[in-house]
C-alpha cells in the first residue's frame, strides 16, 4: 500500500485489535438487563446514511439489530452528506440541538467537522478495543470520528468494450475509442492521486506539486468524460452511456448485483484507499448522546460489521470478517499486507488542507 | 300604548348581518378608525416583512463574502477581506460558467419567445373551446410535474438507449449522444421554461383588438405584414415581462444544467452550490451568490431601461 504522510503502516492496519471483552455483542445481550441502568431512552435516533445499496446494508447490519437490543427506532436521513455538514455547523454554532444524532460520513468531511470542532469524542466508546488501527482517524486527538471501513475508487468497466482484458493503466482511458464513454465523479475525487502517477508524478510531490496530476486530467479532458455522483455511474452503465469510471467498489458491485455487465481492476498506477465512519455532533441531550454512542459502538462489532459490511462489500475495521461470497481475494476488498501495495491512501489532514483547491482545479479543467 | 318592538324584531336582521358587525367592532378595536388612513401599509406590511428578511438574509451573506476559510479549523477567519471577489475574477473557471449563464439565459429567452408566441397566439385567437382547452391541457400537464422529474424524463428519451436514439435506429441510424451538453441544458430550459411564457404572453394577445388585425388586413396588409406592424408592437408589454421572468429563471436555475449537462456544463447556482456544499467554503459561495444576484438585477435594471416593464408593470407608469 501507497501511503503518504500517514503515520501509519501497512501492518499496523491490518493488526488485529486487542481486548476481546470490548467487542462484548449488544444483540446478543437482553436489552433490559444490558441498560437497566442507562440513561432514559429516547424514542428514537437520527442516523444520516447514502440512499440505495447504502442505507439498506446499514439498516441490515446495524439499525435494526440495534432496535431490536435496545427499542430505539432508527431514522435514516438520505440528506447528502455535504448538504447535512453546514446544517450541523450552523445548530451547533447557535446552541441549537443538531438535526441528527449520528453522521455517516467521509473520513475527510467528518475531518472538516473534527477540525471546526462540532464532533464529540468517542474515545470511550469500549468496542474500539477490538478494531484494527484503520477505525483511528489520523492526524486527529482522540476518536472525533470511528472509521468503520475502507473502500477504493476502483476502474469499473464494461467487459465488452475491454475484449483483451481489464485495463491495465489508467491511460488505457485516453484511447479515442472511448471519447465520452468515460465517467468520473464531478470534483474528481479518486481519481486525482492515480492520475498523478499517471502523468508521470510521484506520491510524494502531493501536494506541493500536483502538475502531472492535471496535465493527465487535461488529457482525459479531452475524452469528454462524464461527471456526476453515485448514483449517476450505476445509471450510466445501465444505459449504456459509458465504458469505464472511476467509482467507489461499492457502486460496481451494486450495479453488478442489480443484473449490469461489470467488472472492476486496479490498474498499474494504483487505485485511491481512503475510509468513511461515524461521528455525533456535539450539542445533543445527555441521553441521546448517550444512545448515540452505544450505536457506533455497536457498529464496530464483528457481528454487526459482517452484516452490513457484506452489503457493501467493503473491508471493516474489526478482524476476522469473511469476505462478500466472491470478493475474497478481490482487489477492492484489500485485506492482507500485499493487497494493498497498488492503493494509495494519502492523510485525511492533507486532503482536507488541500481539496478545495484540487477541486476547483479539477473543475477548471473539465469546465473548459 | 303603542307596542314596543320586542326581540322578535332584532331577528329581522339576518344572523350573518350580525356576525358582521361583531366583526367590524372587533376590527374597531385592533384597528381604531383614527388609524384608517394607514390600512393601506397593514395589508402590505406581510410582504414588507418578507422582503425585509430577505434583505436581512442578503446583508448576512454579504458580510459572509467578507471572509475567507481557515482551513486550519474551517470556520471564517475574522479579517475583512475582497479575497473571495478576487478569486471570482481571477478564475477563469468562474467566468466561463458565469458567460455560460449569461449566454445561456439569452437562448433560452430567444427559444422560449418564438415557441410560446405562436402558441399563445392560437391560445388566444381560436374559436374553438375544444382547441382552446387541448392547448391549456397540452402546456399544463408538463407545468405540474417537477423539474427534476422532466430532466430525469429528458435523460430516458434522449439517453443511448433512450426512446429517439432507437427511433434513430430503426431508420439505420447509429445511436449518438444527445445529452450532457450545452445544447440539451438549453433545450430543457425552454421545454421547462414554456408554460410561463405563454402565460404571461397570453394577457397582452388577449388586450390586442382583433378588429385592429382585421383593419391592418382590410388596408392590404398581408398576415406577416400584420404580424411585424401591428401585433409584434402591441405585444411588447408581454413579450418583455416573458423574456424578463424566463431570463431571470433561466440565469438562476440549478437543476437543468446539472441534471442534462453532465457535470461540465455549470451555471452560477451550481458554481454557489459546490461551494457551500462541496468544499464548504460559505465565503467564496457568498460571493459567487452576489455575483448572481448583481448580474440578475443589472440584466433586469437595463431591460427596464431599454423596454420599460412590460405586463410587469401592471399598468402603472414606466
Redesign the interface.
Known sequence: MKIHDTGVSRRAILRAGAAAGGTALLGTLPATRLWAQEPQKPAELIVRAWGGEWVEALKRGVSDPFTKATGIAIRHDLTEDNEIQPKVWAAVAQNRVPPIHINWDTTTNATKSALRGVTEDLSDLSNLAGTSELSKPVGLDGYPIVNTYGYVYVLAYRPEAFPDGPPKSWKDLLDPRFKGRIALYNDGIGFHFPAQLAGGGTLADIPANMEPCWEFCRKIKEQSPLLGEDPDFTAWFQNDEIDAACTISTNALAAKRNGVPIAWTVPAEGCKFDTDGLWIPKGLPENELYWAKQYINFAITPEAQQVWLDGLGLPGVVPGLTPPEGLAGDPSYPTKPEDFEHLIRVSAKVQVENESDWFARFKEIMQG | MTDMPGPVSRLRYPLGWRVMDALERGAGILWPRALHRLTGWLLIAPALLLVAVLCLGLWRIAQGSLHV?D?????PAEAYTLENYRTVLD???YL??VWRSLSGAFLTVVFTLLLAFPYAYMLVRTPSPFVRKALLAVLFLPFFIGQVVRAYGW?IIL????VVNDALGLVGVT?M?L??SFPTVVFGLVQYMLPFAVLLLAPALTAIPRETEIAAGSLGANWLQVLWHVTLPMARPGLVGAGLVVATLALTDFAMPAMLG???Q?FIANAVY?Q???????GLGSALALVLVALGSVLVGAVFAAFGAGTLAMGGKR
Open positions: 476559510l482551513r486550519a479549523t474551517f470556520l478564475s477563469a473557471t466561463k460558467i435523460l439517453g443511448n438507449s433512450g445511436p449522444r445529452l450532457f453532465g457535470g461540465s455549470d459546490d457551500f456544499f462541496r468544499t464548504a467554503d460559505q
